[in-house]
């Protein structure tokens, strides 16, 4: 990043503040059972996980929330909850980080959904969730989307597509949130379940990893850039969607335009320092791409603060967010170690 464009990431970022972005998707605890092990079990050969601590935090769609009020905006997340003691939690999770939920929709049948992992010596041992994703009511799909509608009336700038596959996010759905989005002009960005891929057709921005981009082509995984390019531009020529984010790992991210029929690549190197944990870094990818763009920058500035956000999460442990200070001392240190 040149001076240059620190500058203009500056008054992007600056006007983060207020901005109103709607998040629609699948939401999920995140539980956290962290602790030691000293031995393995005699009952079997497994660790045995001395408990320290245990903290419960936001994940799926209202993590992106989560990242979008940390950058200073104003998230509307409208999802699908149960009624149960999970969603009194969620309630209280969102109310500590500021995030309003009056938008969200309570389906007696759809327990909240839970995912618990178990972490000894900064490594994860076990997972394990609470789900019933076929039991979402087609009632509450239809309540979402009106909840949606009136995130667009009101005037939101953006709408993120949150895609976890649990059941929010189905044909139907997927087709009217696009629809309602674009007819009033406002941009659409997607992080795509694999099965879904090929129905975000004419969003703003997609942003798959590399696995989710070949896998939602249904081809066999490659290797090298070169095939990531060949990749990228099928996927643009195949979905028409404005531009394209495959998000690479260690070897950074590649974004890509239309440009009238032809497309336009742009490799950007990756941010991180030392990579603790990629748990949620998906989500913060997604939310600092859609703000920074409905702030005013380019696709490729957008995508450019995008993978700052992700070097910095990715060196937290856990599910986590990043705040506009921390993205913009990301950029200022690029600059002077460059």
Not at 201 to 222: D, F, H, I, W
């Amino acid at each position: 990043m040149t001076k240059a464009g620190f500058k203009r990431l500056s008054s992007a970022v600056a006007g983060f503040r207020g901005r109103r972005i709607a998040v629609f998707g699948d939401m999920m605890l995140d539980r956290y059972i962290k602790g030691s092990v000293k031995r393995i079990s005699p009952e079997a050969p497994v660790p045995v996980v001395r408990v320290t601590s245990e903290a419960t935090v936001c994940g799926g769609a209202a993590n992106v929330a989560v990242n979008i009020a940390a950058l200073g905006a104003v998230p509307r997340l409208i999802s699908v909850t149960g009624r149960d003691a999970a969603a009194a939690e969620f309630r209280d999770l969102l109310d500590s980080s500021g995030i309003a939920h009056d938008a969200l929709i309570h389906d007696d049948n759809f327990p909240t959904i839970e995912k618990t992992r178990v972490i000894a010596e900064h490594q994860q041992v076990v997972r394990f969730d609470r789900e019933t994703p076929g039991n979402m009511s087609h009632a509450a799909r239809r309540a979402a989307l009106a909840s949606l509608a009136a995130e667009l009336k009101a005037g939101c700038q953006a709408v993120i597509l949150s895609d976890y596959g649990k059941g929010l996010l189905e044909p139907g759905t997927i087709k009217t949130a696009i629809g309602m989005a674009l007819k009033r002009g406002v941009p659409v960005f997607v992080d795509p379940k694999v099965e879904h891929f090929l129905l975000y057709r004419g969003v703003s921005c997609l942003t798959p990893n590399t696995a989710e981009a070949y896998g939602g082509m249904r081809l066999t995984q490659k290797d090298g850039q070169d095939a990531a390019e060949a990749l990228g531009r099928a996927i643009l020529q195949r979905l028409a969607c404005r531009s394209l984010l495959i998000t690479q790992g260690e070897h950074g991210m590649t974004l890509f335009q239309r440009a009238g029929r032809s497309a336009s690549s742009a490799h950007i190197p990756t941010r991180a320092r030392e990579v603790f944990d990629v748990t949620g870094a998906g989500d913060t990818v997604i939310s600092t791409l859609a703000l920074t763009w409905a702030a005013g920058a380019t696709p490729e500035e957008a995508a450019t603060a995008a993978n700052f956000a992700a070097g910095i999460v990715v060196g937290k442990l856990g599910t986590a967010s990043v705040s506009a200070e921390e993205l913009l001392e990301s950029a200022r240190s690029w600059i002077k170690t460059a």
